[in-house]
Each structure stands twice: as C-alpha cells, then as structure tokens.
C-alpha cells in the first residue's frame, strides 16, 4: 500500500514534472519546484560509489530486499526495493531514462516486476505451509506403493540406478570442456537440495490408511551414508572425466560421450528389471508411482519413439508405397488426434483389440502410446533435418559404394540429429510434461499423489503447495534439459554455425 | 599402359527434361589412361562422367566401365561393386561433417570392404601421409581448409583402392593458393598406374600429366586429341574459339 502510494507520488511530483520539462511545456508551479529526475537521482546516490555489478546481482539484491520487505511487514521496508531500483537506475541512467518513454516503460516495468514478486513471495514464504509437501516428499517422488509399511520397503531399488545415473551423469558433464565452477555450484546445490530432503528425519504419512506412521522404519543415517557416498562417487567420476578429458582429442571425447549415452540407455533397462525383476519380488510397473515414474515414462517412450521415430521418417521419405504409405498414415494418424484420446485407447480398446497375444499392463501401454506419439512428432522434425543435410553427402556416400541403409544410417541420421537437435529437445520436453496425462488412469504419478494429500488427516484441503511443487519439478527438469542442450550444442560447435548460443 | 579398355561408351545420352545435355558420346578409354576433360560451362562435361558410376543415369546408348554394363538393369551387388571400384573427388569435397578425417577414410573400407577397424585405419594413415596431412587425422572437416579437404577427399577415394578415378572439377572450388596443393596430390597420382579422368579447368595441370584431351561442347564430344596437338594446333574451331578465350 505504501509502495503505491509512493510511485503515484513519484509519478505525480517527479517523472511527469521530468517529462513536462523535456517538451518545454510551462507548467510554471512545477517547473520551478520539481528538479530533473536525473537530478533528483544523482542528489540522492551522486556520493555512492560506483560498482560494477552485474544485472544477475542487481535482481538477487532487490529479491532479497522484496523478501525482507514482505517478511518484516514494516512500512519503511518495502522502500527498500524501491531505493535500490533507484540507485540501479542511477547507475543506468542514460539507458533507462534517456527518453520520456524509456523512463515510462522503466517505472511500469519496475512496477509490474515488483508486484509479482511481492505477490509470489508472499505465497512461498507466508501463506504457504511447505510442511505438507515435506513431508509427503516420499509420496510425491515415488508414489504410495514403494513406502508402504505393510509390503515392505521398497525404495532401496532406487539405490543402485541413482548411483549408476548420477556416476553417468557427472562424467558426462566431465566430457564437456567447461570451467569446474559450472558444474561445481549447481552440483552442491543439488547435493545440498537432497541431502535435506532425504537426511531429515520426518514423519510421513501413508496414503491408504490416512494416517501418521512415524519414522521408525525410516533409517535416516543409513540413506545419508549411501547418498554420500553417491555424491562423492560423482564428484570423483566428474573430476577425473575432466581431468581426463582436458589431454583427450575431441574425437576420443566424443566417443566418450557416445559411450555414456549407450551405457545410460543400458543402465535404464537395467533400472526397470531391478524394480520389476522378473518373479513375483519388486513392484509391478502399475504400482510405480510419483514424480520417478513421470521421469521413467518419459525416458522409456524417449528411447522406444526414437526407434519409431527414425523408422518412420526414413519410410516417409522412402519412394517405395510400401513404406511410404503406412508412415504417413501412422504419422497423420497419431499426430491428429488427442494425447488423451489415445491414452484412452490404451487403456480401453488395446486389452480387446490385442489380448490373446500380448497382456500387456497399462504402464506399458501407455508408454507405448506415448512413444508412439513422440514417434510420429519426432518423424517430421527428423524429415526436416534430414532435408538439410546436402545431396553431396548422399552422392559421395554412393559414389564409395555404402548402401542405401548404411547411408541412411550413417551419413544422414546423424547430420539431421545435429541440426534437429533444439527441435528434438522441445519435443522431449513436451512429452515429459504429457505424461502428467496418465493421472487419468489410476497411474500414481506426481499429479495424483498431489491430488490425493489433500484427503490426508493432517493436511485436509492443502491444494495449492503440492501442486506447486510439483509444477516446481517439472519445470526443473525441463529447463535442465534444456540448459544441456545448449551446452550440448556448443560441444558440437553447432553455435558457430548458426547454433544456439546464449538463451 | 596396357591396351585393354576400361571404359567404353557408345551414344550416351542424358536429358534433363527438354534440355539434352549429353548428345550422344563415344569414347574409348584403356586402363592406366590419363584424360582430362574440357569444356565451357554446360557442356555436359561433369554429366558425362557422373553416368561413368551412375550418378547420373543415362537414357540412351551403352556404357560398360571395367566388364559391367551399366543400366537399369545392372544388380544392386554389381553397381555397388563397381562404384567401390570407382573413385569419386567432387567439387565441393563433400567430406562426412560428423566424423573425423580419419574415419572418413576409413568407413568405406570398413563397411564396403569389410575390412577391420585397425586394417582400416591403417590404410587411411597411409593414405593421409600419401597427400601430406597425417598430422590432421583427428580434427573434424570443418576445422580444415579447402584445400586440405580436397586432399582428405581425394584420400577417401583412394581408400576403395579403386581401378578408376573420377576428378569432377576438384580445384573449382578452391582459392588460388589452395590449387596447387591439390594438384600436387593429382600429379602425384597420376605417376601410378590408375585411370584419371579429370574435369578441370586448369590448362597447366591438363599439358602436364594428360594423355588424352577430350574437349565438350553443348552435349557433344567435339574433340579428342592428345595435349600437345590441342593446344598447340587444334583440330576443330570450337576448339580454336576456347583456347583463344581462356588463354
């Protein structure tokens, strides 16, 4: 309240006076009382020092400031933000307040930013009771079936894929030739983000029963230990792959990378056959559950629609109607209609229309239709990269006598995977959050746990936080996924062809 | 240079819709020959020696290069046996972007040849000291300069340990500094014992190595003469007309 009242003021007796003076209109009374703004500007931060700071640092002091300004609830806090805008623009002057529509589009800028942070601080730090997504934390990241008391917990499956993953991962990020800080700074984060999450003793909460069960069968120095000592492996495998990768020719680090892709394919499959070994122990695939079982989904249609997806762009291509025909039908087909529409179909008209030959569970089918789909989008980006690639390639890949396949295969994939690569990533990202869709069919997935907590004693009718979080989570693994493609890019040199560069 | 012919061509004709850029061709080449072809731009010169390894297929007339006919008849294992037998160095290199120099030269031994990996690495080492750049073996096409491409591509080509070799203007594309290093490489090779025939602009490299001068025009063989005769008193005007303008 008090911020508005002070931006009219400063609208009022301060920028239209400023304006009013640019265009040499003689509001006499004005005229004489009201400074320039530049003034007024430089009367008030003329004998700061000038640092050099950077726009990422400005934002960070004026978020705190807004937090401490919302925390504290006094009056004369909230000017804080408002005084570092001001020396901000002090320093910026000549930018932001060169012409009177600059300085307009400056103040309502400021002001629209400001209100939004208010607002969103006000929700994450005061309204908000973050205890009811803390505490469900199990439940929303694997669902309700791997921590129920009565079957036994289960969770420890989780155990050796995220040590194999994160070893992966790591070294990956070793292969690219960047500073250590890169990695070094988001991966404290990370580790610091789990081991408060899973290092914190907390009673939790079951889902069928809807009642407390307390930490007694939750051993929180046992999982601290083994996620440290994943941590440790991955820092290690990440400096040594660095270490490694700075005397490796870039040829040798691409080989590298090709074999860290193969081995995180593998080791994924090797994921599923320890949560779901063959037999009746583990946890059949339609009892996974939570936010691992979106990532699951998402990465098993990744890796079976690629497969379709290249199938059929090449048949689309193909000049015989044998192939070309069914690629486009399958490829209008899939891509005309609705995700849901064909989820529905999975669920309901395969049992029938498939059932002597393949029982299939509904996980299952749903990844195969969400592969199916991603397939059919990626078939028509992979045609258009594959337009790109020059004739030449083709005329002197037969001129050595390669076959058609090997052609394919060899020559053109790969130059059409590297300049569909953006294209590609969209479209991941874009069936990583589809899969929320399976929420419909009694898959637990991180939305239907958010939508069952508020049925919980303790937290009836929370909605709002868990929702958040998890839109939290999906938004950071996509922008994660998109932040490694950009590096991704630049290790294939593609920003100098025209690539993505800085987003 | 034994007498046995390696290609023979008899009223090749190719057309690209209504325009006819081959008009009939007849030539005769025996194994070890040197040819260079000349010709204004659109003369159907770099057609004429796409069909050799149909690139380009032709419509009419017969042409069998090392035993096989070719046409649409001829099998996919026999196209794809003599196209491994024929060397190709294009115009504009067209060298794999995605691998390495390296294992550019070697995929096609490896997946047409069937060699091993290490067989065929070695053959490309060698290959890569043959046209002066072992040193660039690791480094992707793009790192490279034209003319360094060109020799890179050249070596690829040589990797199929081809019987024939089809030069398509492999100098055009080049800065003037770069030509000669690629030519060097050419004349190198034309020392062995291995069919050229060369697409080319360049008169000097023509004089210097050719056995035979075959000169285009407008779709027609218009002469064929060694390069001593044409350059020094050609047979036919055409002939006469182009000498007098590029020289």
């Known amino acids: 309240m008090s911020f508005n009242f002070f931006l009219l003021i400063f609208i009022l007796f301060v920028l239209l006076p400023d304006l009013l003076n640019r265009y040499h209109i003689t509001v006499r009374a004005v005229q004489v009382s009201c400074p320039n703004i530049r003034e007024i500007l430089n009367l008030l931060y003329g004998k ?3 640092y050099t700071y950077s726009a990422e640092l400005a934002f960070i002091i004026s978020l705190l400031l807004t937090y401490f300004a919302v925390k504290s609830e006094l009056s004369f806090a909230s000017y804080l ?5 001001g020396y901000i623009a002090h320093l910026n002057s000549k930018e932001l307040f060169d012409t009177p529509s600059n300085s307009f589009i400056t103040i309502l800028s400021f002001f629209i930013l400001y209100s939004f942070f208010v607002k969103a601080l006000e929700f994450v730090f005061i309204e908000s009771n973050w205890d009811v997504v803390f505490k469900n934390r199990r439940f929303i990241f694997l669902g309700p079936y791997f921590i129920n008391p009565y079957t036994g917990d289960e969770i420890w499956r989780f155990w050796p894929p995220f040590y194999v993953f994160l070893v992966i991962f790591c070294a990956g990020y070793g292969t690219l030739s960047e500073s250590k800080v890169k990695f070094l700074l988001p991966y404290s984060i990370f580790c610091l983000a789990l081991i408060f999450l899973i290092g914190y003793d907390s009673d939790y909460y079951s889902y069928k029963n809807g009642m407390k069960i307390s930490n007694r069968n939750y051993e929180a120095t046992e999982s601290l230990f083994l996620l440290a000592g994943a941590l440790i492996l991955g820092l290690i495998s990440y400096l040594l792959m660095h270490q490694r990768c700075k005397i490796l020719e870039e040829f040798q680090v691409n080989y590298i990378q090709q074999v860290l892709i193969l081995s995180s394919f593998l080791s994924f499959i090797g994921m599923l056959f320890l949560l779901d070994p063959p037999g ?3 946890v059949k695939p339609s009892y996974w559950g939570g936010f691992v079982l979106n990532l699951i989904f998402a990465f098993g249609s990744l890796v079976i629609g690629f497969g379709i997806g290249i199938a059929l762009a090449f048949g689309r291509r193909s000049s015989l109607p044998v192939f070309y025909v069914p690629s486009v039908a399958i490829i209008e087909l899939f891509r005309s209609g609705p995700l849901v529409a064909w989820l529905f179909f999975a669920q309901f008209l395969v049992p029938d229309l498939f059932n002597p030959v393949w029982e299939a569970d509904i996980a299952s089918r ?5 592969a199916l789909f991603f397939g059919c989008y990626l078939a028509e980006i992979l045609r258009g990269g594959l337009q790109t690639v020059p004739h030449g390639q083709f005329e002197a890949a037969t001129a050595l006598g390669l076959s058609p396949t090997q052609i394919k295969l060899r020559i053109q994939l790969p ?8 294209a590609i990533v969209g479209q991941m990202i874009a ?3 589809d899969t929320s869709l399976v929420y419909f069919f009694g898959v637990y997935d991180a939305f239907k746990a958010t939508k069952d907590i508020p049925s919980q004693r303790d937290f009836l009718a929370e909605y709002e936080e868990p929702l958040v979080f998890v839109a939290f989570l999906f938004w950071a693994v996509a922008y994660y996924l998109s932040r490694l493609t950009t590096k991704i890019e630049k290790n294939l040199g593609l920003d100098n062809e025209g690539g993505a560069g800085r987003t | 240079m034994s007498e046995e012919s390696i290609i023979q061509t008899k009223d090749v004709t190719v057309s690209f819709g209504d325009f006819q850029a081959l008009k009939g061709i007849n030539v005769d080449i025996k194994q070890g020959e040197i040819i260079v072809v000349l010709g204004p731009s659109g003369s159907g010169k770099s057609t004429f020696i796409r ?9 009419g007339g017969e042409i069998v290069v090392d035993g096989i006919q070719i046409n649409e008849d001829t ?17 504009q290199f067209n060298l794999f972007p995605h691998i390495t120099v390296l294992e550019n030269i070697a995929l096609a031994p490896q997946k047409v040849r069937g060699m091993s990996k290490e067989e065929a690495e070695e053959v490309a080492m060698k290959l890569l000291e043959r046209v002066g750049i072992p040193e660039q073996k690791n480094k992707y096409p793009a790192a490279l300069s034209g003319g360094q491409q060109q020799r890179v591509a050249i070596a690829r080509a040589l990797a199929m340990d081809p019987k024939i070799m089809l030069f398509d203007e492999p100098t055009s594309a080049l800065d003037p500094e770069m030509i000669k290093e690629v030519l060097d490489v050419m004349i190198d090779l034309a020392k062995r014992d291995i069919t050229m025939i060369v697409v080319t602009h360049e008169m000097g490299f023509a004089k210097e190595v050719g056995d035979r001068i075959m000169f285009f025009d407008e779709g027609h063989l218009v002469e064929e003469s060694t390069p001593d005769v044409f350059f020094d008193n050609p047979k036919e005007d055409r002939s006469k007309l182009f000498l007098e303008q590029i020289l």
């Open chain 2, 75 to 91: 099998t996919v294992s026999d196209l794809k046996q003599l196209r491994s037998d024929i060397g190709f160095v294009f115009q």
């Open chain 1, 415 to 422: 130059q059409a995977i590297r300049t569909t690569l953006p």
């Open chain 1, 366 to 370: 749903i990844i195969f239709v969400f």
């Open chain 1, 280 to 282: 009746d122990e583990g």
């Open chain 1, 81 to 85: 933000p408002l005084v570092t805008f």
């Open chain 2, 51 to 59: 069909t050799l390894n149909r690139l380009q297929p032709h419509d």
């Open chain 1, 48 to 50: 700061l020092p000038r």
């Open chain 1, 431 to 433: 069936m990583l959050k």
